[in-house]
């Protein structure tokens, strides 16, 4: 079983560029294909970014693409989302998340483990 701790999110200004990590321990990190998702205020969680065990596909959803990059490092068992051009539609608490099979799913249920959360902010 894999636990999941995000960290780097936080207060910045709309333009403003921020990266956001999920740290992984207890499990084989790149025995798992990870996403991130988010959520903001009143609104439904949705899937923002995913990549699959060896990092040899990414997928975006059409709100962050050509912004936000996915990346990992498993031997450092972590997963980095930048985030460039950020705007208010952003903000929201990102949440990681990891699944045993190696391709990317877009729907939040299917995955087995998650972190605790990050608030980015983006202010206008």
């Known amino acids: 079983q894999v636990q999941l701790v995000e960290s780097g999110g936080g207060l910045v200004q709309a333009g403003d560029s921020l990266s956001v990590s999920c740290a992984a321990s207890?499990?084989?990190?790149?025995?798992?294909?990870m996403a991130w998702f988010r959520q903001a205020p009143g609104k439904e969680r949705e899937f923002v970014a995913g990549?699959?065990?060896?990092?040899?596909?990414?997928y975006y959803a059409d709100s962050v693409k050509g912004r936000f990059a996915i990346s990992r490092d498993n031997a450092k068992n972590t997963m980095t989302l930048q985030m460039n051009s950020l705007n208010v539609g952003d903000t929201a608490v990102y949440y990681c998340?990891?699944?045993?099979?190696?391709?990317?799913?877009?729907?939040?249920?299917?995955?087995?483990?998650w972190g605790q959360g990050t608030q980015v902010t983006v202010s206008s």
């Open positions: 998340a990891a699944h045993n099979r190696d391709y990317i799913v877009l729907g939040g249920n299917y995955y087995d483990y």
């Open positions: 207890g499990g084989t990190f790149s025995s798992y294909s």
């Open positions: 990549i699959n065990r060896r990092a040899s596909n990414t």
